[in-house]
């Protein structure tokens, strides 16, 4: 019928229920038939999906936690995920055996068996790691077992020093343990007091917290093997003949898969979305891969924003704190507000080159120029925060008063004491950058609300952490321990929020939204739930993996709650 768009009946879609259009058709040509049309083997879609999400969003993300806390019971924990992952890799199968292949040349496929294999083998590196672990002499600390739990050992003792209290103790091989008990006066005096009042003015449970991290430290230095194992991690450190190198390697692979593996299940859930809405087609793939990296990285940004706030980060001074020790001896971490800057430096160098790449060859548009200037903003504005956070350049600009002849006299040495505000970052540059792409993108005229969305929620990011700043300005840290700014939770709410919906506003979601009769609204419900929901899972997440230290270590913290 002229005027209206007719569904081509193809050899594919034999056996539909419903018109099996693509979530997002496209007017000027035919529809490409989708899973998301396809009622043929539904229910072992949808079982298919359940399984995925359940091991890749819900289990795998403990199973990683109880591996950086080390704890004995992430090996079960993580047969449990292969488990669940081999049904979901099952039912996929059966499927894709029962229906015909609707999305030719998918990532979705590809990826997904990639990542089963990655499963697998970081299975097989896990228990090897533990067998090189058993091995050699570890002489690991709590301290260092716990250095990704929000307060550790080492921020203790940092905030100790930090207030003019006297250093711990080291009991000597000839020490004979005197003096350690609960009871002696030599461990009370160590204890924590932010006040540095003598420990017989603090509260009861706060001395005996104190206690309990005095006696970690020295059991964490007399610890010489790896946390308590289970009976398969027994099993695989009696296999004779395992070559040095292989177990170093595998302990090598194993730490760099604990740190990529959610990310890379992230994106995999990501494909699968794509591919059962069949959308990305052609041309359109270009837009649709620009919101979905782009809205991924600021949904990742407000994960870490969210561990920032949980103390994650507190060894290397990124939880609002007084920075401690150096973490990794002579190389200096850099600060949170370098590494975010530095983010937006290379998105602005890199991404200039590909604002014009849908339209290669065409002329340049107006909205290819607009795109290309947010690319330079966020080349310029990284660079300059990059230069911000510079001791370098800081004592280079100093230069000048510090060569002033008035300054030289003995009576205003005093004065060269620097400031308070040199002892953390105070840099607005990656905030201001973020304020300005949410202010362009929520103000110039897109097709649909959705659009506009996730620019005020970029907006609500920067004004929470210019609330943050001038609380930091106004009270200082004053301790290694984590502040946690409350601002930094909405923070981390409106990141991940409006990433989401970010991609989801690509322009082949858009029209399947108008085809449907689904208002902005609708996405935008849905993502601020489900972002509440994810950042109280994280929440739970990193708390099991502090219980899970505790627990590898329950005769030092006997007497402290999460038993």
């Not at 530095?342 to 602005?348: A, C, M």
Request: net charge positive.
């Amino acid at each position: 019928m002229a005027g209206k768009m007719s569904i081509v009946d193809l050899s594919p879609t034999a056996g539909l229920n419903k018109p099996n259009v693509s979530l997002l058709p496209n007017p000027a040509q035919t529809p490409s038939p989708s899973y998301f049309g396809l009622s043929t083997g539904s229910g072992l879609l949808y079982a298919h999906v359940f399984f995925m999400v359940l091991g890749w969003m819900f289990l795998l993300p403990i199973g990683v936690m109880l591996s950086i806390a080390q704890s004995h019971i992430h090996t079960p924990v993580q047969i449990l995920f292969l488990i669940i992952n081999t049904l979901g890799v099952v039912l996929g199968t059966m499927y894709n055996a029962r229906t015909p292949d609707l999305y030719r040349g998918n990532s979705h496929h590809k990826l997904g068996w990639a990542l089963t294999w990655l499963a697998g083998i970081y299975m097989v590196v896990g228990l090897l790691s533990k067998r090189s672990a058993g091995d050699r002499d570890f002489g690991k600390t709590l301290a260092e077992s716990a250095s990704f739990i929000p307060v550790s050992v080492e921020a203790v003792e940092a905030h100790r020093r930090a207030h003019g209290e006297e250093p711990e103790h080291r009991r000597q091989s000839n020490d004979s343990g005197q003096g350690t008990e609960r009871a002696s006066s030599s461990l009370r005096s160590y204890s924590l007091s932010p006040s540095g009042e003598p420990d017989d003015h603090q509260p009861p449970s706060y001395r005996r917290f104190s206690d309990e991290v005095e006696e970690a430290t020295t059991y964490g230095r007399r610890r010489t093997s790896f946390p308590r194992s289970n009976a398969l991690d027994r099993i695989v450190q009696r296999i004779p003949g395992i070559p040095k190198r292989v177990l170093q390697l595998s302990r090598i692979m194993y730490i760099a898969i604990d740190r990529v593996i959610l990310v890379l299940g992230f994106v995999a859930l990501c494909t699968g979305a794509v591919t059962y809405g069949g959308i990305m087609r052609g041309n359109g793939i270009f837009n649709g891969l620009a919101h979905f990296i782009k809205g991924g990285i600021f949904f990742w940004y407000g994960v870490l924003t969210l561990g920032r706030w949980m103390g994650c980060f507190a060894d290397w001074g990124w939880a609002w704190n007084i920075r401690p020790s150096p973490a990794f001896g002579r190389w200096k971490v850099p600060s949170a507000e370098f590494v975010e800057s530095f983010v937006i430096f290379l998105y602005g160098a890199t991404n200039v080159f590909l604002e014009h790449l849908a339209a290669w060859g065409d002329a340049w548009t107006a909205q290819d120029l607009e795109h290309v200037s947010i690319s330079i903003l966020f080349f310029g504005g990284g660079l300059c925060g990059m230069l911000v956070e510079s001791m370098r350049i800081r004592d280079l600009l100093n230069t000048t008063i510090l060569i002033s002849p008035g300054f030289r006299s003995s009576a205003q040495i005093g004065a060269l004491t620097p400031p308070k505000t040199y002892g953390f970052s105070l840099n607005p540059v990656p905030g201001l950058v973020i304020f300005l792409l949410g202010l362009m993108m929520g103000s110039h005229h897109q097709s649909s609300v959705t659009s506009t969305m996730w620019g005020t929620l970029l907006v609500g990011f920067a004004f929470a952490r210019g609330i943050t700043y001038i609380t930091v300005y106004l009270s200082p840290p004053s301790s290694v321990l984590p502040s946690r700014p409350p601002s930094e939770l909405i923070a981390s709410f409106c990141l991940m929020a409006g990433g989401l919906i970010f991609m989801a506003s690509t322009k082949d979601i858009i029209r399947a939204m108008e085809t449907y009769k689904l208002d902005a609204m609708f996405v935008f419900t849905i993502t601020v739930g489900f972002t509440a929901f994810y950042m109280a899972w994280i929440i739970m997440v990193v708390a099991v993996k502090g219980w899970a230290v505790r627990r590898e270590h329950r005769r030092t913290f006997k007497s402290l709650p999460l038993e």
